[in-house]
C-alpha cells in the first residue's frame, strides 16, 4: 500500500511563492516517477512536473521558469518550489507516482493565487 501525503498549499498573492512537500510511505526510488499534477475547478487533470528516477526532469510549458521539482531520499519526499504565481496557477495540487504499471496519488492541497 502506498501513501502519498501532500502538504504546503495556501493562498498567495499572484508574484508570490509556495512549497508543496510530498511524502510517500516508501522508498521513492522504489517509484519510475514521482511528481505533481494539478486540476483547476471545470478542466482536466495536467501535469506539472515530473521526475524520474534516473532524475530526468520534465515540466509544462506553463511552470517552465517559475516551478522546481525536486526530491529528498532520505525523508523520502519530493517537493514543488513554485515561485512568480500567478491567479492561473490555483487549483488543486496533487502528487503522483507511477510503480510499473501502477499509479498513485495523494489527497491534493488546494492552492489559491488572488490578491
Known amino acids: 500500500q502506498v501513501c502519498l501525503v501532500e502538504s504546503g498549499g495556501g493562498l498567495v498573492q499572484p508574484g508570490g511563492s509556495l512549497r508543496l512537500s510530498c511524502a510517500a510511505s516508501?522508498?521513492?526510488?522504489?517509484?519510475?516517477?514521482v511528481g505533481w499534477y494539478r486540476q483547476a475547478p471545470g478542466k482536466e487533470r495536467e501535469l506539472v512536473a515530473t521526475i524520474a528516477r534516473d532524475g530526468v526532469i520534465n515540466y509544462a510549458d506553463s511552470v517552465k521558469g517559475r516551478f522546481g521539482i525536486s526530491r529528498d531520499s532520505a525523508v523520502n519526499t519530493v517537493y514543488l518550489q513554485m515561485t512568480s504565481l500567478k491567479p492561473e496557477d490555483t487549483a488543486v495540487y496533487y502528487c503522483y507516482s507511477r510503480r510499473s504499471d501502477e499509479l498513485y496519488w495523494g489527497q491534493g492541497t488546494q492552492v489559491t493565487v488572488a490578491s
Open positions: 516508501g522508498s521513492i526510488f522504489s517509484f519510475n516517477v
